[in-house]
Structures are given as C-alpha cells and as structure tokens.
C-alpha cells in the first residue's frame, strides 16, 4: 500500500522514462505545472502503526528527490505529462450547456439568499474583527460575479462522471475550444483584450502592457498564478477539510493554540530590526490585495450568524478555547476570497484575484488604477497631494478607509495607493516617507528642467519605482533568504552595468502559495508593542492592538513620523518561527470586550480556503524531502524542525502530510544566512525571481526602458537609511535599517551615507547650430545654441564660420572678419584660419 502511495505522490512532477519524478522549479515561473496530476490520497491507506514516540504518520517508500537545474526547462512550462491510466472523457455538449444553464440559476438563487441575509450584515467600521483587507472594490466584484457562473458550470459539469476528484481539472481541459468560447460570450469573461502603446517609457497605472506580448499579465485585478495547481476538497471549489484518513482536519483555531503559542519578549531577533518586519509589510502591500467576498451593497458578512452562504467560511472557537471561552465565544467571523476563473475563462477550479499591480512597482505609493493615481496628485510640478505643511500624506475626508478617528475633527484618516495604508502606524510612516521622496524628486527635477507636470510625475514615479525594487533586492531579500540563496537563484544586484535576462516567457504574477502562506512569514516578526522613539516619546510603548487603525500618533508634531521610523529600527523584531504574539492571536484589530481576531487561524483558513496543498507537497515542489513522520531533525522525518517544534505538529495534525503550509513552513528551521526555512526560502526566492526576470521595466533591466548607465549607477546609491533621512527629521541613522542599532551597526550622521545625484536626470538638450547668415562678401556666419554651462548637453561640432572667397586675394585684402573673441566654442581649425587671413591681410597692405 505504502509504495502505491509513494507512486501517486512521485506524479507531482515531471515524469521520466520510467515513470519517475524530477522536479524544475524554473518551469514554476513560467506558470502553473499544469499538465501534473495532483493525486488523491485520502482513504487510499490505513492508518500505521503508531511507532514509539511518534504520533501515526504515512510512511511511504523514502522518496528520493533529484537535484535541480532551475534552468533546464522549457519556456512556457512542463508538456507531455500525463497520468499512466487514461482520464475520461470530457462532457458533452449538451452537458455543458446543461451545467452552465443549471448554474445560472443557482447562482441566481445564491443571490437572493443573500439579498434575505442583508440584516446580518454591517458597514465596515462596525463589523467585527473589520480591517482594511475587507476593503473590495467594486471592479473586483463586478469580475466575481461573472466568474462564480463559471465556478459552478464546471461542478455541474463534471458532477455525473464518476470520476476522482483528482481527475476533474484534467477532465475539464479537455472540453473544445469551440464550446467554451461560446461560454465565454454568455458569460462575459472580465479578462479580455487590451492595446497597448508599444512606444511608452513609462508603466501604466494598472500594471498592463508591461509584457507586450501578453498585456494582461501583471495587471491590477487579475487572478493569482499558482506554482502548482489547487488542492481543493472537491477539486474545484470547497475548501480543504479532511485529513488523510477521511477525518476532518484539525480546526485552525486549536492549530493556533497548540503551535503557534504566545511569543513576545522570550524569542528576538538577535540581529534584525522592527524594521525588517514592516518593510516586509510594506512590499507586501505593493504586488498584492486579496479581493475579499462581501454583501450587499458592500456590507460585510457576518458568517457567525449565517455559515451557510456561498462565501462563508466562518472558524469554530472550541469551548475550552484558554482565551475566547472567557468570552463565551464560540465563532470567529471569516469569509471566502472572491472566486474568480483563470485568466483565460477556461472552466476549472476557483481562483482568486489580486486587486493591486502584481508587479514591485510603487503601487503602494500610486495606485493600482488610473483612478486611484489621479486622485492621488497635485497636477502641479510632478507632485503628489499631501496634508499638513507638506509633511504627511493626504487626508481621507470622506474616510473610506473607515479608520478609528479620535474626538479631535482635525485627525483624520489617510489615503496613500494602497487603502490599508491606516492599518497601524509603522505603515503610515513607512509610506509618508515614500510620498515625500517623490514629491522631493519631483520638486528637482522641476526646477532643473522645467518640465511639465507629467514627465516630471512619470520621471520621479520610476525612480522611486527603481529605488523601492533596489532596496529590496539589495538590502531587505539578503537577510530573509541569505546570500547563496540570493546567488543560486539570480537575486542579486549587479555591482555595475544592467541585467541582460528579461524573459517574455516568465510570468510575473503573484504565485497563491507564496500569497496565502510563504509571505506571511513576518507575522511571526511582529512584536507585542509598537515604539515610539525620540525626545519625547522614549517611554512610550503601547500594546499593538491599541494602534489598530489609529492614526492620531502620526499627527504629533514633537515626533510622529520620525519618532516612529525611529523605534522600528532600534528595537529587535521577534524571530521567525511558529510563535506570534498575542497582539495578533488574541486581538487583532479589536474594537471593544477584550478581544479581536486570531491571524494565525486566520493564514490557516486562508490557504484552506484558497486550496493551498499541504506542507509535505510543497517540500517535494521544492526538492525537499517530505515527512513520512513527525521524528525532528532526520531524513525522511520533520527534517528541518526542532525536537520541540516536531513535538508541537505531532501534537496537532494525525500525519505529516495534513500540515498546513503556512504552519509547516513558518516553524522550521532558517537556512543558512537567512531567517526563513529552506521551504519558504524557496517559494519566496522564486517568487521574487519571477518578479525580476518577468518585469520588463526592472530598474537593472537592459530593455527599450531603461535607465541611462549613468542614472542606474545613482539608482544603485540608494539605501533606505538615506531615503530615510531625506524625508525624517533623524540626522543620525544605522546604515543598514533592516538591522538594529548596535555597536556593529553603529548610527552614523545621515550627511555621511551617499546621495542620489538627480542632475544625471538633467533635461540634456545638444547644441544646434542657426543657419549661416552672409555678413558680407566673403563672410557667413551662424550662431550655436550651446547648452549652458556645466549643462549635460553636447556642445556644436563644427565651425560658425563659412569664408566664401578664399582663392580671391584682391576680395580677402579689404573684408571686414569677425571678432574671434566674440565667437564662443570655435573649433581650433577655424581659429588658425582665421590668424592666417589675418597674418596675410596684414602682408598684402604692407606690401
């Protein structure tokens, strides 16, 4: 049984001559494996003997994973994969129409449940556990509505073949083009054809036209990419739910409890600053927005009061919780991602949809859509919209992002391109900083080239697009992944000249796994309380759930935004591993009573939600060796977890291959010069590589945008302590903020850290010569436009003398010559010339 277990399981990747595995995680970038069979194992094995020790676990054959060359596989993806039984059938055509006519009207019928559900439902401010991730658009649910027909035709469709769940997407790709083009028309597929102008330099708002052979790709409301494909309950759509053994998986609150126990002063960091953590937020925030279902007319779902609605997904609190009992609660409030269909309105299982650029690209600082980046400027000098002397970003009047507003009515919320911006203070901060680097940028090369409102706009958007992407690739990415990480997988600056590797081919999006797990490693980083340093603000240290969408701080004159930059680069942030803080698994976003959300149960519902697979497959995605138990320490065990995080797992899940993603990775133990575990070092590296290989205006990138040799030489000057400095009232900073002040990282006075040039930006215009103007007989003249002084422009080539009557002795003796002192840049030949016919003026009349 347990070698036709590991036979399944070995169809996870490309397969051989021999039916065997070999796993290419370049072929990852290129987009979701496809054609791989994602097996069923649920009630395939009996449960194992339960070995001394160590809690029951499959144990199949060990698997023995081959080495990697991320480089050695075709451009789009794997071909030629397929399963050794031969699949099914795809439906007919009548059964197709069948499906989608069925789900049509389910979908109508879901639609007037929730219509009789509205009285549960809330505005954002008040409903429970509400943050800004609860903030949809209408776009993105305009595009879900469109995709749940889809979602539901392709249950209906495969829903009367007996067939395995595993078989269902397969089944599916088969259906002809012809019929499901016709669906497409029926059902308005959101993700349709766009122009482009090949000819811009610059990106647009939405992240479109970036890959000009696939325009979409990367563009602000779209699906996530996947590494691999979904891990559904059905295949399709339901969350996962079961284990291994047909039982239902752990609840993601005991999850929370028994792994992820309280962490606040017993586990720092013992080199990276706060900082770290809330840069990584911060990025975070630029290539991803989860579009969350809703109600309504936008209200928020209450799944405690109604689980049954399509979109619910709510988690049970058990009665002897150690802290929600206290409150008699028995429910946490949690819904579904809206579901979307792939980028090509193929049927198959729900996807989710990123409503922000998925490309680093300063969207957080922008804006995702030309709405969000119109509302955002001044149209006036290049500059963004600001508030309070220029010195913090702009309000939020009509509070949209509905934050906690003091008693004060001249606090108010913000607005930035990101609307969680008011999240908690650190990340207003963090991008006020950014607004005012722009507006910085923007004013000098105003006044240094006078150029109009949009080029000085679009030129200071791509500086700080290229500042944002060089700080992460050379200051933030080296300490989460460590330096050979950095090396084997391309991430690292080049020390001078471009990066020559833009690839049409390697798709940009942001991967799901990456999204609703591997990313959020940093929630372990957070600490229990925010710190405000500076004269007066040294001892004040409120708990972090006091500061939930609380922006008056930020308003204080005597500190604010420098007070706060501050604290995050002196104090340690926690380290990465399972624990988090109660600030964040107690009271999130708490409003009232004593407590708030679980972010810790909330990452695990969430990978269930999106069908993320478990733990073990992504260490064979990885070539890592999966767990066939939980023994800590060992091939073939918990390789890569301590005794007592490998005691915590077992303690929780009935095998090895039921972990959840999010806990599994987390909780082992980091790589080599980096923070996180091989696992996540691995997601995350392949996901910031997609990010540099696939973006074409990469600010390294050697393409028709890119940077002169010049700039890109001032672009890679950037630190974020000066970015820092220029835009804080700090004059004393540690040069590397992503760790913290110590006497191996001293501060060190901002005037001493390099300075981005902008003059290299200077508007070079080259001289350009008037026409010749006959002064006289034998005499024209012309006049040269030469740049001004110390001006980056080419001077005239050539002479602004033309002498007509050179071989004429009798005309050259009486003509009247021009002033050589008069004549500026006059090229040396013309000078000597001008001597001689002097010299022989002057020999003729004494002759």
Known sequence: MWNQLYALLLLFSILGPAGCLQINLNALMKGTLDQIIIPNIKGQQERPGIRPGVRPGIRPGRPGINRVDINSIGKIGIAGIHRIDVAPKAPSRKAIETALKTATAKVRKDDRTEQSMRKFDTPDIRTEGFGPHLLTSLEAIEISENAQVMIETAKNAVKKLRIDKSQRRKVLEQIPDGILNKIKKQTSCPFGAIQCDPTSEYRTADGSCNNLANPLWGKSHTPFERFIPSFYEDGLDDPRATDVFGDPLPLARDISVKVHTVSDSTTQMNDLSHFSMEFGQFISHDIQMNALSKGQYLSNLNCCSSPQRRNCFPIPLPTNDPFYSTFNRTCMNFVRALGTTNLE????????????????????????????????????????????????????????????????????????????VNQQPALIALQTIWMKEHNRIANTLTQSNGWTDEKAYQEARKIIGAMIQHVTYNEYLPHILGDQQMIDLDLKPKSSGYFTHYDTTTKPQIRNGFSAAAFRFGHSMVRQRLAYNGPLHSNQNPLLHNEFLR????????GGISSVTRGLYEEFSQKVDRKMTKELTERLFERTHGFGGDLAAVNIQRGRDHGIASYNIWRMVCELTPADDFTAGVSGGLEHHSTAEALALANTYSSPWDIDLFTGGVSETPISGGKVGPTFACMIGLQFRALKFGDRFFYEGNTDVKFTPTQLTEIKKATMARIICENTNINSIPKDVFR?????NPEISCSSLPELNLQKWKNCVDGGWSGFVKKNRCVKMRVCNNPKPNSCGKKCVGSPVEFTCLNNIKKLKNIKLPNINGLPNIERPSITLLRNIKSLQSRRRKG
């Open 740 to 744: 913290k002040t110590t006497s191996s």
């Open 345 to 420: 309105c193929t049927l198959g299982p729900r996807q989710q949809l990123n409503m922000n650029t998925h490309y680093l690209d300063g969207s957080a600082v922008y804006g995702s859509n030309k709405a969000t980046a119109d509302s955002l400027r001044q149209f006036s000098g290049g500059r963004l919209k600001t508030s309070t002397n220029n010195q913090l970003l702009p309000k939020d009047i009509p509070n949209k992002s509905s934050c906690i507003l003091p008693a004060n009515p001249n606090i108010k919320c913000f607005q930035a391109g990101d609307p969680r």
């Open 551 to 558: 922006p008056d701080k930020i308003y204080d004159v005597n």
